[in-house]
T-cell receptor
Framework: AQKITQTQPGMFVQEKEAVTLDCTYDTSDPSYGLFWYKQPSSGEMIFLIYQGSYDQQNATEGRYSLNFQKARKSANLVISASQLGDSAMYFCAMREETMNRDDKIIFGKGTRLHILP | EAGVTQFPSHSVIEKGQTVTLRCDPISGHDNLYWYRRVMGKEIKFLLHFVKESKQDESGMPNNRFLAERTGGTYSTLKVQPAELEDSGVYFC???????????????FGPGTRLTVL
């Protein structure tokens, strides 16, 4: 069965430092996608980054990068030069994609990130 | 372009009452998903519509939950009768059919916070 594990319930990081949020996953599907979403205090879910299981390079989107280690089933999110506005809940998620790319997304429990001034 | 909208943003009801949540997806998105996050737990999938048809309703907790998507546009999720354990945040998401840059990115609405007293 597919599963997402985020072992850090909360993190405190000094502003301007880099942050790594951990995520491991489990799936038997050879084709899958990995996502990170940000949920600020206002409640909306904001898509940050996507990594396909067959992508050769790690995904990057601005200050966000995904450290994809397929053999270890790890998909850590790295935020460079953190900002106060990065304080939020972060969810790692996965979708099995062999059958289709419209399937449901499975989420981890989330990591609450606090950026300190 | 308008994003996914949900109504109401908050709802407080008593046990045994009925509540109906509404989701308006992004125009042109055939896929519509409902998810739920109970306090302190993962965001969990409830069901998936493709246009007006239920593609996957494996996550619906029981028959007190009824989802509809008339005409393949907006969707409603009715809880009748509501129980205490139904409290949580209900998210709606939508996506286009076919291959997007990120494999059919799901765009989330702001959620409806349901409190059952």
């Amino acid at each position: 069965a597919q599963k997402i594990t985020q072992t850090q319930p909360g993190m405190f990081v000094q502003e301007k430092e880099a942050v790594t949020l951990d995520c491991t996953y489990d799936t038997s599907d050879p084709s899958y996608g990995l996502f990170w979403y940000k949920q600020p205090s206002s409640g909306e879910m904001i898509f940050l980054i996507y990594q396909g299981s067959y992508d050769q390079q790690n995904a990057t989107e601005g200050r966000y990068s995904l450290n994809f280690q397929k053999a270890r089933k790890s998909a850590n999110l790295v935020i460079s030069a953190s900002q106060l506005g990065d304080s939020a809940m972060y969810f790692c998620a996965m979708r099995e994609e062999t059958m289709n790319r419209d399937d449901k997304i499975i989420f981890g429990k989330g990591t609450r990130l606090h950026i300190l001034p | 372009e308008a994003g996914v909208t949900q109504f109401p943003s908050h709802s407080v009801i008593e046990k045994g009452q009925t509540v109906t949540l509404r989701c308006d997806p992004i125009s042109g998105h055939d896929n519509l998903y409902w998810y739920r996050r109970v306090m302190g737990k993962e965001i969990k999938f409830l069901l998936h519509f493709v246009k007006e048809s239920k593609q996957d309703e494996s996550g619906m907790p029981n028959n007190r939950f009824l989802a509809e998507r008339t005409g393949g546009t907006y969707s409603t999720l009715k809880v009748q009768p509501a129980e205490l354990e139904d409290s949580g945040v209900y998210f709606c998401a939508s996506s286009q059919m076919g291959r997007g840059r990120w494999g059919n990115e799901q765009f989330f609405g702001p959620g409806t916070r349901l409190t059952v007293l």
